[in-house]
């Protein structure tokens, strides 16, 4: 089965049961120059992307690419069909009328763009059916916020202070988790 | 920082000690254990509806499309009327989860799973009547321009039935992609619940291994926030074409310029209104009256009044431009709808679409239940009557008088409709036991701003 991407072992995490603690713990923890590794939440939360520095997704410019190849792909595909291949005359119009053209190409345009988005998507936030999810505290998906910082390459003492860091923002619950 | 919306605005969320932990439970609940006595009883008649369909179109394919009611005058009768009033509600979900999303609806947090979910699942009812109308639906096939070895033989690009082809089909496709793409966390929710393995693995492969880390919930947004962009055009495109397969072609009574909005705001109608029929259920059955409140299904018969109206407006417009054009024709297609042989299908259409909505104009009867509810099958009734009359009426008296016929439904007319909503119920109570009927993540995200509980909790802090 798939593993998801993890980039450490071990990693030690911080609970909090409430969003607002939880956004104040990112900037309080930041501010002592020590970087986030995994942010966990139960739902969306405003204003997270600008404190744990989450750059922009370019989710949109592929889909505005991917619409496009749609938008051109069924006007050529339709211009070669009505003008080359298949040249019929319906009710004396001409062979190639545009106006004709525009629901199937505006159709084509939305299916490309959100069928690619939508592939674009569960690859670039590696999602897959069966997947094992590398999380770690399964609360996070009903009521708890988590904090984790992968401490593979950290030494005994840089680990305390994220601990302690943790515990003096606020965390409900300091814990370590290892994946296999 | 989370904030609260103002206090006497009405909360979406009720319930003054509700949690995180307790939204979950209340929505989760409902897909573990045992179905209840009362599932297995409506999924029992939904089956049987289910089994008359097949039935029914089993037969239709075994004996030809002869054994409707249709002949050489009526030609297209139930099965245009049954796929027009299906996809149109249809058009609901999308118009919920993608218009109110662009919009900031927040009340749209509460019924919007359910809604998509409908809205799929009259799109595959609708989509099985331009197949089986077909007659030979083995050769389905050919409606897509595919490149094939019968000399170059192409579809008419011109053609608003191959245009249709393509609104739907993709109308499907990207319906399911946004339903399923906000599904994903909510089966993760499920998943880290589940006590037994097998489960745990089902919701697993189900939620694609979903782990709500910020930059997947960054992703997230922008691809909801994305699709319903694409979203909304798509939503009204869609009726519009299915009102080109009327209004393109010289029919007096079809050939007219008001059909696309008047279609998008019928189709918008009638969806609402089936959304209303199973939220009013559903709220009941699954306890779920803490996210779907009465402010929900006011705000829903807000918009049931306005498209009623519009309706309305259009039906008026309708009449207006057929004595105004002067053409004997479209002016004989109009009166004989009103006063013709089927004037009772004109008449029931006309109470139930646009005179009995303005009921909701009070306060009193949007927030009633019960009011809510008989309007709610009285708009489904008459949005059918809609496209009947439409149709039929449009064709019974054509231009030569000796060929003039009235249309009746045989036994297979009548099977396929009421089979078709036994398919439509028989998916839907599966989905109500196995999938989160409401979107928990977006709920959860609307309760510190304006749920009952935040609201209580702002006023003891500031205690004013």
């Not at chain 1, 062979?95 to 674009?120: C, D, K, Q, R, Y």
Request: charged fraction near 15%; proline fraction near 4%.
């Amino acid at each position: 089965m798939n593993k998801g991407k993890i980039e450490h072992k071990n990693y030690v995490y911080g609970i909090y049961s409430h969003e607002d603690n939880f956004l104040h713990a990112i900037d309080e923890i930041r501010a002592e120059g020590v970087e986030i590794d995994d942010a966990y939440s139960p739902f969306p939360v405003h204003g997270i992307d600008d404190k744990l520095g989450i750059k922009e997704t370019q989710l949109h410019s592929a889909g505005f690419v991917l619409g496009l190849t749609g938008t051109f792909t069924a006007l050529g595909v339709i211009t070669w069909i009505t003008t080359v291949n298949y040249p019929t005359m319906f009710g004396g119009k001409p062979f190639w009328s545009l106006p004709a053209f525009i629901p199937i190409t505006f159709e084509l345009t939305v299916l490309m763009a959100a069928v690619g988005m939508f592939f674009v998507y569960i690859k670039r936030n590696e999602l897959f059916p069966g997947k094992i999810p590398m999380m770690v505290d399964e609360r996070t998906t009903d009521d708890k916020f988590a904090l984790a910082f992968g401490i593979d390459d950290k030494s005994e003492s840089e680990i305390a202070n994220i601990k302690n860091l943790l515990s003096k923002s606020g965390a409900e619950e300091v814990n370590t988790k290892s994946f296999e | 920082m989370s904030h609260v919306d103002s206090l006497i605005r009405e909360p979406l969320i009720l319930g003054k000690d509700k949690t995180y932990g307790q939204i979950t439970t209340d929505i989760v609940r409902n897909t573990e254990g045992n179905p209840p006595r009362e599932w297995w009883f409506a999924f029992g008649i939904a089956l049987i509806g289910l089994l008359l369909y097949v039935v029914a179109v089993s037969w239709t394919i075994f004996k030809g499309i002869g054994v409707w009611g249709l002949q050489k005058t009526v030609n297209w009768a139930w099965d245009i009327t049954n796929f027009v009033w299906w996809v149109g509600i249809g058009h609901a979900g999308t118009l919920i989860s993608a218009v109110l999303l662009l919009f900031r609806q927040k009340w749209r947090t509460g019924i919007n799973r359910a809604a998509e979910a409908m809205t799929i699942f009259a799109v595959i009812c609708a989509g099985q009547f331009p197949l089986i109308h077909m007659g030979r639906i083995w050769q389905g096939f050919f409606i897509f321009p595919y490149a094939n070895t019968r000399g170059p033989l192409w579809v008419n690009f011109n053609s608003p039935l191959l245009w249709d082809v393509f609104a739907i089909s993709t109308y499907f496709t990207v319906s399911c992609l946004f339903w399923y793409s906000g599904l994903m966390p909510d089966f993760a929710t499920i998943r880290d619940r589940a006590t037994s393995a097998k489960r745990k693995y089902i919701y697993n492969i189900l939620s694609f291994g979903w782990r709500g880390t910020a930059k997947q919930w960054s992703r997230f947004e922008s691809l909801s926030l994305i699709l319903a962009g694409l979203s909304t055009p798509l939503v009204l495109s869609v009726h519009t074409i299915v009102s080109f397969d009327f209004a393109t072609s010289v029919i007096p009574g079809w050939h007219t310029t008001i059909f696309p909005p008047y279609f998008v705001a019928g189709a918008i109608f009638s969806g609402f209104a089936m959304v209303q029929t199973l939220m009013l259920i559903a709220r009941k059955v699954q306890k779920l009256e803490d996210y779907i409140t009465i402010a929900h299904i006011e705000s829903m018969n807000k918009v049931i009044v306005l498209t009623g109206s519009i309706v309305g407006i259009a039906y008026i417009t309708e009449l207006f431009i057929a004595w105004y054009s002067g053409y004997l024709y479209e002016q004989y297609a109009f009166y004989n709808r009103a006063f013709g042989d089927y004037y009772w299908a004109y008449w029931s259409m006309m109470t139930c679409n646009v005179l009995s909505p303005q009921l909701f104009w009070f306060k009193k009867f949007r927030r009633s239940i019960f009011v809510s509810f008989v309007m709610s099958i009285f708009v489904n009734i008459g949005m059918w009557f809609e496209r009947f009359v439409i149709i039929v009426t449009s064709l019974h008296k054509d231009f030569l008088v000796s060929s003039w016929n009235y249309f009746s439904p045989t036994w297979v007319d009548m099977a396929i409709f009421v089979g078709s909503l036994g398919l439509f119920f028989t998916l839907f109570l599966i989905f109500a036991r196995t999938f989160p009927v409401i979107a928990i993540a977006e709920v959860k995200a609307i309760f510190s701003s304006i749920s009952e509980a935040a609201q209580e909790k702002h006023r003891k802090e500031h205690n004013h």
